[in-house]
């Protein structure tokens, strides 16, 4: 089932590997599009258990990933890119070890100096997720700001973001979970070409319906996709649940 909220483009499916097939397909077909009219392509990937099935999807097409830079849009401060619970680690694991890219680009390389990296390699695709308090990167409601003049900023983690890493199974408990991150902002997010947002799960499912239906401010960080011409969003049956018959229609 596909329908539009204002701007974006809103898939459902069934299950979670019919949404991430989906989204992978049509990230492909963006990629080939983009690498047909430039040399290469910049991508900035999400790092959540919310991604894997989209992730393991693309692992499994033939795409010239030699072509593309890879970046990613968030990490925890204190930890470094090879520990395991850092998102760096994640997306090693999940795709930037598994597949040939021009380069990669890690937060926990840079800190805040990651902003000269960006500067110098505008976004083409943006493959992100949503948390459970809207969030998008870690821009929590409270830190989100869709007119930051930043490209990337510490962020103090709000409590309903950290007990989602509990929630995913990324750390063991609430205290567990570091305080602060860097974050990619709203608006460095937004420039991205293409936005494609993927989220599953039931544990999802309050932040699907607020991201389409509550008004479009930085209190659900989320809503910001709604303002883009070419953004996505896949949902499975279950982060889809509590929107009604009408709304889809």
Known sequence: MTFKKDKLTVNIYKTRTEMGLAAAEDIAACMKKL???????????AAAPSQNDVLESLLSMPLPWERVNAFHMDEYVGLKKEDKQSFGFYLDEHIFKKVPFKAVY????YGLDYAKILEDNPFDIMCLGIGENGHIAFNDPGVADFNDPLRIKLAKLDDVCRMQQVHDGCFPTFDA??????TLTVPQMV????MFCVVPAATKADAVYNTLNLDVT?????TVLRTHENAFLYCDADSAAKLTKDEVK
Request: aromatic fraction near 16%.
């Open 35 to 45: 690498l047909s009219e430039k040399g290469s392509v910049n991508m900035c990937f």
């Open 106 to 109: 890690y937060v926990a390389d």
């Open 218 to 222: 930085d209190r659900c960080p989320a």
């Open 191 to 194: 420039s991205a070409k293409y």
């Open 177 to 182: 979970v570091p305080e602060y991150a860097y």
